[in-house]
Each structure stands twice: as C-alpha cells, then as structure tokens.
C-alpha cells in the first residue's frame, strides 16, 4: 500500500517546482478565491498506530459476533478458503481501478474476462457482464433488459427475496414497467395462475431459485409456460446450489442473475456484495455495465478489451436500457479466485454439505414436540417451520445459549439456514438448547 502514503512536504516542493509554480495557492490560481475554504477542515487531530489500534477495537467490541449462526435469508455464512483472502490481498489487484487504459490495465481486465468464463460455465448461459452491485441489482436490471414497446409487465413469484422485490419495483417504477405478483401454492409459484394470468403483456417472469423460503421451483415447467407466452424467463439462483441442481440454461433460462457475496465474500453489515448476470447471445446487446474480451495485439499476443458497453454513455441514451457504470472489480475477482480454488468437486461437496445438514437440522427439529415443516417440498439449505412457542421469544433466549437463531416470518413461524460451517455438534447444540427453550415456555 506504498502508493497510499501521503506526499512528503518536499516531494510536493519538488512537485510545484516541476509546475513551474512556487506554492499550492499559486498552483490553484484558476479557483476563484470566494470559491476557496479559508479554515481549515473540522477534522480531530491525528492519531499514533497504537491509538487507531485501540479505538477501532473499542468500537468492534461492540459488536456481538455469535458462535453459532443459523441465520441466512439472503446472506450466507461460508467457510473461505485461505487462498482467497491471500490473493485478493495483493496490491496490484487491491488498488487495480479502471479498466478503460487496455495498455496498462491488462490484469484486471484478464481477471474481469475469467470471471466473466466461471459464470457462463456456472449458469450455462452465453455470456456474462462484468457485474453488479449486488444480486437484487441484477435481479432489477434484467427485468429492465426484457421490456419491449407491447411488452412492459413483469410478473415476479412472491416467494422471491422481499428485498430483491424492492428493488425491482424501484426500477419498474422509473422507467413505466407494471409489475405484477404471481402468488404461491405450499411456499412455490402456483403453476396454474401462471398459466392464467401470463397474457401479451408480460415481458418477464422472474423466479428465485432456491426461492425465499429455500424450495426448489419447478423451473424448468415454469421456464416452459413462460415461452409459451412470448416473454423472457430470468431465473434468480444461488451459486452454491448450482453445485447440485440444473443450471437456468438446462432450465431454459433467457437471463440468469443471482448475489455473489457466497462465493467467497465475507458477511459484512450488508456489503460489498456483487451481482452476477448472464444471458443467451440473442441478450447480449441489453446487458448492462461491462464485457471483456479476448483478442490479439499487433504482435499476436493475447491481449484484453473492453468489447462491448450499452449503457447510455456509449450508446445512443434512448435505446440504453441502463445507466449503471460501475462492476464490482474486486468483488468479482473473489469470486473468480474462490471458485478456481474450488473446483468444480470442491463446489459440489460444498452444495452437498449445505443440502445434508440442513435436513439433518430439520430431521432434529421436528423431533421436538409442537414443531412442524411448513412447506412440504424439496429445500436445498434453508426451510420454515412452525411452532407453538412464540419466534420473538424463542431466537431472543437462543441468543443466551450464544445462538444467532433463523428469521421470524411470523409469530411463529422461523426461516433457518444450514451451511456447511455448520458441524453436527452445533446443530446438536441449537436442539438442546430450542428443547430448553421450550421446557421453559411450556
């Protein structure tokens, strides 16, 4: 981080003198001086090492980090291989910033183009963008990319992410999409009203997978029904769980979408996260933000180039179906590390973890008397039960037995998340503990 240390008072004298200038004042004469601060900035004196040290400890302290975590609902908790944080680290990827200077950009734009290859290769679509600021982004932009002049109504299943759905009304709301709800039948998009309801008018489906509640949908059916209208299917899945299930291009995706953060992205008070987006080649021309590719200089060697941009600033504006500028660079190349650290096997033995512990939890829950699965259908990680103790009152004495339980849907219903760092002892631990709990109630 040697670029990051502020200039000397010399160096900046040697500086002006290479100006041609004798002071800073001089330096910026341009400025009007009305224009110019005249005090200096309200900021506290500066600190020694030791001190920062011990006041950012202070303020850590302060937070409430759990040693067993059964919370998901859009945000996961996954084990990080060293190799990540380690590579990610390095200066030259760390302070990398525009791609636009091909000539002297050539590693970030390589790091772009293979992660750019890792999420075709996931999903099974054509091609991917450079990504997004996070999944419920990428979820609202695709939305964007399926409107058309006769075809302006999106219709999301409510068993997307809430949070994602926010965002995508945001949009629809800016630039004249309707959206309309497609309800559910035992927590997964009701097949029938899909068929009822999709008319002339839908240019999109859009369908989580797992969805909120951590079901399987019948996507591939879904993806069919959908066709058969005339509009887009955009599928919204994890990336950990295509280690197991179809990827949206088997099921007949024509945008797929997702959150990136469980590729390797720590949690971290709700960010930086990273959306992921990749579509069919017939898409390509509407996808927002970003696509490197691979070419050749004059020399034959192998080069990279920013290959196509449609947004606004680089195409004519009405024709822009976005005005989203920035990737995130350094979230992708995470993900992209993380993977290739991975492997394909890694991946899957990381779904598999995932799926056989989280039915492990449910199998032990449902042990205890009063407590029932709500959604019958297959789950990946995630599951609803119902309970006769009160949500509240349960995760709020989970927290005394050091347990950051799931998230209350209802007073008594819990939505709990399984990863693979959760061991069986833990999730042996949060039964005995949820038997307390209830003894106590009772």
Request: glycine share 6%.
């Amino acid at each position: 981080m040697a670029s990051y240390v502020p200039s000397t008072i010399k160096e900046r004298e040697e500086m002006l003198k290479a100006c041609g200038v004798e002071s800073v004042d001089a330096f910026f004469e341009q400025i009007p001086y009305e224009l110019k601060r005249k005090e200096p900035l309200n900021l506290p004196e500066g600190q020694s090492e030791m001190e920062v040290s011990l006041t950012m400890q202070e303020l850590a302290s302060k937070n409430r980090i759990f040693k067993h975590v059964f919370l998901g609902a859009g945000a996961y908790r996954h084990y990080i291989p060293a190799q990540v944080k380690y590579i990610t680290a390095k200066e030259e990827f760390l302070t990398a910033y525009t791609p636009y200077q091909a000539e002297i950009s050539q590693g970030l734009l390589q790091s772009i183009f293979e992660y750019q290859t890792m999420i075709c290769e996931l999903t099974g679509m054509d091609v991917s963008n450079a990504s997004v600021y996070d999944g419920a982004t990428a979820s609202a932009e695709a939305v964007a990319m399926c409107k058309e002049r006769k075809r302006a109504t999106a219709f999301i299943s409510e068993s997307v992410d809430p949070k994602t759905l926010q965002v995508i009304r945001t949009y629809c709301e800016a630039n004249g999409m309707a959206v309309r709800m497609l309800p559910l039948k035992d927590g997964k998009t009701d097949l029938d009203i899909l068929k009822e309801e999709l008319n002339e008018e839908a240019a999109c489906v859009l369908l989580q997978q797992p969805n909120f509640f951590g079901l399987f949908e019948d996507a591939e059916q879904i993806g069919s029904i959908v066709h058969e209208k005339g509009a887009k299917f955009i599928m919204n899945v994890n990336p950990i769980a295509l280690g197991l299930m179809k990827t949206p291009a088997e099921c007949g995706a024509d945008i797929a979408v997702g959150e990136g953060q469980p590729l390797g992205i720590p949690l971290s008070f709700g960010g930086p996260y990273l959306g992921f987006m990749a579509a069919k080649n017939s898409l390509m021309r509407k996808l927002p933000g970003r696509i490197v590719g691979e070419t050749v200089d004059v020399d034959g060697k192998r080069a990279f180039v920013l290959t196509l941009q449609a947004r606004e600033q680089h195409i004519r504006r009405e024709k822009a179906s976005s005005n989203i500028c920035s990737n995130q660079a350094l979230c992708a190349m995470t993900a992209s590390v993380y993977l290739s650290v991975l492997g394909s096997r890694g991946l899957a033995e990381v779904a598999e973890q995932c799926f056989s512990k989280a039915h492990y939890a449910l199998e032990r829950l449902l042990e205890i008397n009063g407590f029932e699965q709500k959604h019958k259908g297959e789950f990946f990680h995630e599951f609803v039960t119902v309970s006769e103790v009160s949500a509240d009152k349960l995760l709020s004495e989970l927290e005394k037995y050091d347990i950051l339980g799931g998230l209350a849907l209802s007073e008594h219903e819990i939505l709990w998340c399984v990863t693979e760092k959760n061991r069986k002892k833990d999730i042996d631990y949060l039964i005995h503990a949820i038997k307390e709990v209830c003894e106590k109630c009772s």
